[in-house]
C-alpha cells in the first residue's frame, strides 16, 4: 500500500488548477442510465471513485469512452468521457462492486426509472456513521415504487405503468436521496415536487445536466425542485463544475502553511461560508478572473468557531482540513459537527501530531499549539485523511500518512499539485 511522506517546507506559493467535483461527477455519471443516447462529460477528474463507478455502470451496460486531449490539454485538464447506455443488461448491483462506494446505490432511482426494477446491494462507502437509506426508500415509495430487503439487497420495484409523480418533503436534508429522487422524478408520470431538497451545487449541476437532456426541473438551486415528467431523455454534453471540497481543502494548505496561491477555475460562491471561517483565522481570499487567489502573509492563525450545517452552511467534507489549521491557532476553536455522527476519527490521527483536541458529543474544543511534529499516521476516511496532509505542511521532521488509498477517492494529483507550489510531499510504494 502507497504512503505520503511530508515535511514541513514553509510558504506555498504559484498556481493550482481546480479539478471537476468528484461529488458532482458520480451523479452526473449515474444519469447516463437515464436514455440510450450518450451524454458527454467533461472536466472529469481522474479518480479512483470515478473508476469504480465506471465498473459498477459497465455491469449495467453502459458503455464509456475517454475522447482525446484537445489543444491546450494538459494533464492536469479534465478528461472528456462519454457515457452511454444503449440497453440495460442488469438491472442488479451486486455486493462486491457497491460496497466500495456509498454513491453507487445511487444507481437505483434511474434503474427504477428506465427499467422499472433495480436489486441494489446495501451501500458501503467510509465509515463516518450509520449512513442509513430509509430517506432513499421513503421518497421513491412517494412515486410508487415498492420495496423488499433481502440477504442484504434492496429490491425495488416500479408499478406496472411506471413511476408517478408525487410531492414528498425530506424529513431531513440528503444530497443522494434528493440525487436519486430527481433523477427518478424526469421519467416519472406527471408532476413532482420535492420540498426540503439539498441545495448542494452538486445537485444543481445535476439538474442543469438532466435539463439538457430534454428533463424539465425548476427550482434549481432552491429547496424546492418541480420536475414535470417526460417520457423519454436524450444525450448531452455538459461540464463538471469545479470542486468546492478541494477549493476549500488547498485554500487550507495555503491558511496553514502561508503564501500566496491562485486557485485556477474556483468558484467563491460555492463555499461562501467555508471562507468567511477561513478569513476569520486571518487569511486572505479574492475572486480574480482566473479563480481563487487565497494569501497569507505571516503573524498568527486566528482561532475560529464553526458548525457544518448543510449547503449554504459549512460543508462537513471540509471539517477535518479546517480543524487542522486551527491545531496552529493561537487560542481555543469550537468545531460543531451537525450532518455525521461518527466524523472526528481524524482527531486521535492529529493528537499523534501534537494537536490538542477534547471531544464533548458533536463538538471538538481545538487548542491550539505553538508547534506540531511529524509522526506516522493513518487516514481514516476520504477527507479526514486531508487534515493530516495539511497538519503535516507546518510540522517539524516528517509525517507519514498511511492509507493513502483514502485520498486517491477524491483528489486528483494530488501530490503534483501541491509539489508544484512548493510542498515537500512524495509517495512511495509499500508500507
Ligand atoms: C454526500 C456527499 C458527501 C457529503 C454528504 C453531506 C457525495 C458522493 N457524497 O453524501 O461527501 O459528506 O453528502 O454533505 O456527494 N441520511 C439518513 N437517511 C438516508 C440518507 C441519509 O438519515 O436515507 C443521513 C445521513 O446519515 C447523514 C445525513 O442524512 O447524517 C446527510 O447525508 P447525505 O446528505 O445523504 O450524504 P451522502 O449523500 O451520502
Request: charged residues 20%; aromatic residues 4%.
Amino acid at each position: 500500500m502507497d504512503k505520503i511522506l511530508i515535511r514541513g517546507n514553509g510558504a506555498l506559493n504559484g498556481t493550482i488548477p481546480i479539478s471537476g467535483a468528484k461529488n458532482a461527477a458520480l451523479p452526473l455519471m449515474i444519469a447516463s442510465l437515464l436514455t440510450s443516447e450518450p451524454l458527454t462529460l467533461e472536466n472529469m477528474p481522474r479518480l479512483a471513485d470515478v473508476e469504480a463507478l465506471k465498473s459498477i455502470l459497465s455491469n449495467h451496460g453502459v458503455d464509456y469512452r475517454v475522447m482525446g486531449k484537445r489543444p491546450g490539454d494538459t494533464d492536469m485538464t479534465g478528461q472528456r468521457i462519454a457515457f452511454q447506455a444503449s440497453e440495460i443488461v442488469d438491472t442488479t448491483a451486486p455486493y462486491d462492486l457497491v460496497r466500495k462506494m456509498r454513491a453507487s446505490f445511487w444507481v437505483i432511482g434511474p434503474l427504477l426509472a428506465r427499467s422499472g426494477v433495480a436489486r441494489v446491494s446495501l451501500p458501503g462507502g467510509c465509515a463516518i456513521g450509520t449512513r442509513p437509506i430509509d430517506l432513499f426508500i421513503e421518497s421513491l415509495e412517494a412515486l410508487g415504487a415498492e420495496f423488499d430487503i433481502d440477504a442484504g439487497y434492496v429490491n425495488a420495484k416500479a408499478p406496472a405503468n411506471g413511476l408517478k409523480g408525487a410531492r414528498f418533503r425530506f424529513p431531513k436534508v440528503s444530497v443522494g436521496a434528493t440525487h436519486v429522487m430527481l433523477m427518478a422524478a424526469t421519467l416519472a408520470d406527471g408532476e413532482t415536487v420535492i420540498e426540503n431538497a439539498a441545495r448542494e451545487p452538486e445537485v444543481g449541476d445535476l439538474a442543469n445536466c438532466l435539463n439538457a437532456m430534454g428533463a424539465d426541473i425548476s427550482g434549481i438551486g432552491s429547496s424546492t425542485l418541480t420536475i414535470r415528467g417526460v417520457t423519454s431523455l436524450h444525450g448531452a454534453n455538459h461540464e463538471v463544475l469545479p470542486d468546492r471540497i478541494e477549493t476549500g481543502t488547498f485554500a487550507a494548505c495555503v491558511a496553514m502553511a502561508g503564501g500566496d496561491v491562485l486557485l485556477k477555475n474556483a468558484r467563491t460562491e460555492l463555499l461562501q461560508v467555508a471562507l468567511d471561517t477561513l478569513e476569520k483565522t486571518g487569511t486572505s481570499v479574492a475572486m480574480t478572473n482566473e479563480g481563487l487567489r487565497v494569501s497569507r502573509k505571516s503573524g498568527e492563525i486566528q482561532p475560529v468557531d464553526f458548525t457544518t450545517d448543510p449547503f449554504p452552511g459549512f460543508p462537513t467534507d471540509l471539517q477535518a482540513q479546517y480543524m487542522a489549521l486551527v491545531t496552529r491557532a493561537s487560542g481555543v476553536s469550537h468545531v460543531k459537527e451537525m450532518i455525521f455522527e461518527n466524523r472526528f476519527m481524524h482527531v486521535q490521527e492529529l493528537a499523534r501530531l501534537g494537536a490538542n483536541i477534547s471531544i464533548d458529543g458533536q463538538t471538538a474544543t481545538v487548542t491550539g499549539v505553538e508547534r506540531l511534529s511529524g509522526a506516522p499516521v493513518m487516514a481514516t476516511d476520504l477527507r479526514a485523511s486531508m487534515s493530516l496532509v495539511i497538519a503535516g505542511l507546518v510540522a517539524d521532521g516528517e509525517t507519514e500518512v498511511n492509507r493513502v488509498y483514502h485520498l486517491d477517492r477524491g483528489f486528483e494529483l494530488l501530490e503534483e499539485k501541491l509539489s508544484a507550489v512548493g510542498a515537500d510531499i512524495e509517495r512511495v510504494s509499500g508500507g
